[in-house]
């Protein structure tokens, strides 16, 4: 990474949403293209997607409005069914009657995407670490052994585990880190909202207040009508307050998230992935923004 030596002139500042510019700024547009996920890729990313519920079928649905992603296959658990309510969509297989070492010969993907249970990885992980497909599994609460069988598979090829694959949420993480690193005094709250019927404190706000040393019980819950999902830190100094708020409006964030991860994994050596590891480089890239130069 790039340093600045002491006394230097501050970087340019980031290039601005939806291409607008600072006036007198120097146009960075093109070193924003050379992230990985802004390239144009030679072939549409060959995904093999695990459950065809509510998520799976909101990922068919984005896929499908995307070039550079290919649905090639679906598997699901029940056999003979297609997705929930898609008139058209991909060859759907069931682990009922579907060997998976079969499909990854027959029917070649680059990545495999989990939208399904703790379970679905019994049926797709040894054939696609033997493949060679990046995993990207999305089930919130996986069993305690999965993480074993994570670490082996990625001797083999690229693992990454999300138990909330938004991008809001990860860059969130990231930047809530980075503020408490900058201010250790300022007082850290962490409020979480969603809809009437969710009993339990959300999985993420417990994430957000492990990585941040803020106790579980200390997390606020507001539970009302419909809310999809909102988490907000809040930081609290004498002089100032900063808020990061992050709002669900549709599980096709989660789509999104998981379909950013197989592109960025893709080309990378085999190991085992965060999406913080994934979205790192964009952080340093609007910090730096000489360090993209090719
Ligand atoms: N990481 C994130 O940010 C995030 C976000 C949203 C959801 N999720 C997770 O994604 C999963 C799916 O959520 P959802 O709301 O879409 O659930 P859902 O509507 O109930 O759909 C689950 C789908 O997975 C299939 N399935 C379940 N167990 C399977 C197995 N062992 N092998 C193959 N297919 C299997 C089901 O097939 P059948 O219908 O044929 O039984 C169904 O198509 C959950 O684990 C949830 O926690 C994660």
């Not at 924003?32 to 890729?41: A, F, Q, V």
């Not at 990885?121 to 670490?129: H, I, K, N, P």
């Not at 990625?154 to 930047?175: A, D, E, F, H, Q």
Request: hydrophobic share 40%.
């Amino acid at each position: 990474m790039a340093q600045r030596p002491a006394g230097a002139p501050l970087p340019a500042p980031p290039r601005l949403p939806c291409g607008g510019r600072r006036p007198g700024a120097p146009r960075v547009i093109a070193r924003h293209d050379s992230l990985p996920h802004r390239r144009t890729p030679a072939h549409p990313l060959r995904v093999g997607l695990i459950g065809f519920g509510k998520t799976g079928g909101s990922l068919v649905r984005l896929a499908d409005q995307r070039d550079d992603i290919d649905v090639t296959w679906v598997v699901r658990r029940t056999a003979g069914a297609a997705g929930p309510g898609e008139a058209d969509h991909p060859p759907v297989f069931s682990t009922s009657n579907t060997c998976a070492r079969w499909l990854f010969a027959n029917h070649p993907v680059d990545a495999v995407i989990d939208f399904s249970s703790p379970t679905g990885l019994e049926f797709y992980g040894d054939a696609a670490a033997a493949a060679g497909a990046s995993i990207v599994n999305a089930v919130s609460a996986v069993e305690r052994d999965a993480h074993t069988r994570f670490r082996r598979w990625s001797s083999r090829t690229r693992v990454l585990w999300s138990p909330n694959i938004t991008l809001g949420i990860n860059v969130m993480m990231l930047l809530a880190q980075t503020l408490r690193a900058v201010d250790p005094c300022a007082d850290i709250e962490i409020v979480e909202e969603h809809f009437r019927g969710k009993r339990e404190t959300s999985g993420t706000a417990l994430r957000l207040a492990d990585s941040l040393g803020v106790a579980a019980e200390a997390v606020k819950s507001v539970r009302a009508g419909g809310i999809v999902g909102t988490h907000e830190v809040i930081f609290g100094s004498d002089h100032q307050t900063v808020r990061l708020r992050h709002e669900s409006i549709s599980r096709e964030a989660f789509a999104d998230g998981a379909l950013f991860a197989a592109r960025q994994l893709q080309g990378r050596p085999n190991g085992l992935y965060r999406m913080e590891d994934l979205l790192v480089p964009y952080v340093d890239a609007v910090r730096y923004p000489g360090a993209l130069t090719a």
